[in-house]
């Protein structure tokens, strides 16, 4: 059954690094998304992407992040300079875009732990 | 704006118990209502979802019924088994049918033997 891929599973970084998460959402899905859960906390959507351009954005999603679909399968997201309240984990989720499914469909996570 | 309430967890339970995992939201208009469950080290799944009022979602055991004069979507299942320890998640989407989903803050359910 086709999956969502994300990779690294678990990535440590330093204070005000840069960071690229990466996603390999579902083969012919054309919505995709990304979502973090501070430990303890809600998961809380940060962005969704469409047709090549973000269709909506959450007040956490400020400058320092962004977001590409460089190849036709990657997606990824990028924190330019990381703080140590962006520890979370990163969910990343597609969907399909047709039939009567609204399903997103997601994958393990990447943890980003900040130090 | 839009919010998932769900109980305090963690529950635990022993194998063969019930189940039932409080879940409120507050949002405009008519969303859509959602249970995704994460087993260890995998991703969110759809358990179940309803998208109008009085629409009860099953799947594995599991119902939810969509419920406007109270804001509720409780999951309930009448037996569980160890293979249902995870955490539970509830969660809306506007009416849109691409848009976000607003999470509850996640139930841990551990099942005994």
């Known amino acids: 059954e086709p999956e969502v891929t994300q990779t690294p599973s678990h990535q440590v970084t330093q204070m005000g690094q840069e960071v690229i998460l990466r996603c390999v959402p579902i083969s012919n899905h054309l919505y995709f998304y990304w979502y973090r859960q501070i430990l303890g906390q809600k998961v809380e959507f940060l962005v969704s992407f469409y047709n090549n351009e973000i269709s909506e954005k959450s007040e956490i999603f400020d400058d320092q992040f962004s977001v590409e679909r460089p190849d036709g399968s990657n997606f990824t997201l990028k924190i330019r300079s990381t703080k140590l309240e962006d520890s979370a984990m990163y969910f990343c989720?597609?969907?399909?875009?047709?039939?009567?499914?609204?399903?997103?469909?997601f994958g393990p996570g990447t943890r980003l732990t900040v130090t | 704006g839009d919010s998932v309430t769900q109980m305090e967890g963690p529950v635990t339970l022993s194998e063969e118990a019930c189940l039932t995992i409080n879940c409120t939201y507050t949002a405009t208009g008519y969303p859509s209502l959602f249970w995704y469950v994460q087993y260890p080290g995998e991703g969110l799944q759809l358990l179940l979802k309803?998208?109008?009022?009085?629409d009860k979602g099953s799947n594995k055991g599991f119902e939810a019924t969509y419920r406007k004069e109270t804001t509720s979507f409780h999951l309930e299942k009448g037996s569980v088994q160890v293979s249902d320890s995870a955490v539970y998640f509830c969660?809306?989407?506007?009416?849109?049918?691409?848009?976000?989903?607003?999470f509850g803050q996640g139930t841990i359910l551990t099942v005994h033997p």
């Open positions: 989720a597609s969907g399909p875009g047709q039939g009567n499914s609204y399903e997103q469909y």
């Open positions: 309803a998208t109008k009022a009085d």
């Open positions: 969660a809306l989407r506007r009416d849109t049918s691409y848009g976000k989903l607003t």
